[in-house]
């Protein structure tokens, strides 16, 4: 359905019940490769081509799933197919913050305009390009999905950081939710 809805043609494979994240799926079509991108600044693309209309790149959306090999799918009751995510799925565009320290809350907005605040279940965490040091900081949205934060809203995020003392070295980091994010290690 979903594949004809987009006008992807490909060879229907009946397939057994499948784990997509933490939750089992029943038997559905597998439809392949739907031929959509998702690109690291949040653009979905169907064919190389841009995907215009917001309500549709929401619905598709909601049912994104990501399986335990890191692979990202759009999985409906009745059909799944395998789409491209160049980075992470989301982008955080915006930050609201409320409250101060152990008490403060870090509340991400989407370019979905879906809402995620900071905290146990919905880590933010700090990747290091191993070649040129640079970091890309994220935040869990759901089910292994992640939003980029960007860069000027990691800015806000470092503005509001904290230093201590860790390992006998100092870092950098956030309060949310009542747990303390790292954002990076200080040089000596």
């Not at 006008?7 to 392949?32: D, H, M, Q, W």
């Not at 860790?166 to 956030?174: A, N, T, W």
Request: proline letters at 7%; one cysteine or more.
């Amino acid at each position: 359905m979903l594949a004809r809805q987009i006008g992807v043609k490909a060879g229907p494979t009946t397939i057994g019940p499948t784990t997509i994240g933490p939750t089992t799926i029943g038997p559905e079509e597998e439809c392949g490769d739907f031929g959509i991108r998702i690109a690291r600044d949040g653009t979905w693309y169907y064919r190389g081509s841009p995907i215009g209309r917001l309500p549709l790149v929401k619905l598709f959306a909601t049912v994104l799933r990501r399986d335990a090999d890191g692979g990202f799918w759009l999985v409906t009751p009745v059909e799944r197919g395998r789409i491209e995510v160049d980075d992470a799925p989301f982008v955080a565009v915006a930050m609201q913050v409320a409250g101060g320290g152990r008490e403060q809350a870090l509340t991400f907005t989407t370019n979905l305009d879906q809402t995620v605040t900071a905290g146990p279940d919905h880590a933010i965490r700090v990747r290091l390009d191993p070649d040129t040091g640079e970091p890309s900081p994220y935040v869990l949205v759901r089910d292994g999905l992640e939003a980029l934060i960007a860069r000027p809203v990691f800015y806000d995020l470092v503005e509001l950081g904290e230093e201590r003392d860790v390992d006998g070295g100092r870092e950098l980091g956030v309060w949310s939710g009542g747990k303390f994010f790292t954002l990076g290690r200080l040089e000596p």
